[in-house]
């Protein structure tokens, strides 16, 4: 393969920039790398990094330089890690964590330097770029947001299906003498609330409900097709599947659970999820949705 084509293949591969340190493994003196950057060939982003060819970076492109320009086993974290995974807006700055030690790059200009002890556990790769894992980063933010929007980041995660209570926990727990604790504690707190209680199961929970209400009792663990449903009322076709979401284990909803609604869809069977917090948080509106879909 020519030098030619290694240059530009690796370019793609890392969003439009490539290192100096990269380009003399590759053949590219520092003369021709002079010359490159005095033709505009090559555009420098940070010192001994650059932008190749003559079009704007993305803004994957600025995180990865940020990320390279740092060295090894730096990271992007924080607002920008957020950012990446969704979870919240970019910020001009871009947050990289880096290594404590003794050979300790400086920082750049455009990028927020966090030095800090991490494990490699959290940290992981997203659209080619080495990022810290969505439980800390939740973790990164709660020291810097204010309470609501580290919500909001929660909150979103777990609408991603990103969300990993026990990785939260792990990151907690590692993470002793941090402020962001305080911030992490009521969301964790919060989610216990809603771990299923062995001792009343989720089921008798919602039989429990169903009576509060005064909603016409349905037949539990019954046979639909195939599959064993929670709880059905058979004339209105109407079927609920009962979502308990362990401590120990993730948040994300199964593909087979969502391929087993629409089997049943396609034999005329209408399909609602209830979990814990449904029936602490919203019994009034999850009784007149019932009810709602007994009568049609």
Request: glycine fraction near 6%; include cysteine.
């Amino acid at each position: 393969m020519s030098r030619e084509r290694e240059i530009v293949d690796l370019v793609g591969l890392q969003k439009g920039v490539i290192t100096h340190a990269q380009l003399i493994a590759l053949g590219v003196g520092p003369r021709t790398i002079k010359r490159w950057v005095g033709a505009g060939r090559l555009r420098s982003v940070h010192r001994e990094l650059y932008a190749f060819g003559p079009l704007a970076l993305t803004r994957h492109g600025k995180w990865l330089a940020a990320v390279l320009a740092m060295g090894p086993n730096a990271f992007l974290s924080h607002q920008s890690a957020a950012a990446l995974w969704g979870l919240r807006g970019d910020r001009p700055k871009v947050d990289v964590t880096a290594p404590r030690g003794k050979q300790v790059r400086p920082g750049r200009k455009g990028i927020q330097v966090h030095r800090c002890q991490f494990d490699p556990v959290e940290v992981t790769v997203r659209s080619g770029i080495s990022v810290s894992t969505v439980a800390r980063t939740l973790f990164d933010l709660a020291e810097r947001s204010r309470p609501y929007e580290l919500k909001d980041a929660w909150d979103e995660a777990d609408r991603l299906k990103l969300l990993r209570v026990p990785e939260v926990v792990a990151v907690y727990e590692r993470g002793r003498g941090r402020r962001a604790r305080t911030q992490i504690r009521p969301l964790l707190l919060a989610e216990q609330r809603y771990l299923e209680d062995t001792a009343s199961p989720l089921e008798d929970r919602f039989a429990e409900f169903v009576i509060a209400r005064r909603l016409p009792p349905p037949q539990f663990n019954v046979l639909v097709g195939e599959d064993v449903v929670d709880a059905l009322w058979p004339a209105a076709r109407l079927i609920v599947e009962l979502d308990s979401w362990e401590f120990h284990g993730h948040r994300a909803a199964f593909e087979e659970d969502r391929d087993r609604d629409t089997d049943h869809l396609l034999a005329g069977y209408r399909t609602i999820r209830v979990t814990h917090r449904k029936l602490s948080e919203q019994p009034d509106r999850l009784a007149a949705q019932i009810r709602t879909l007994l009568a049609t």
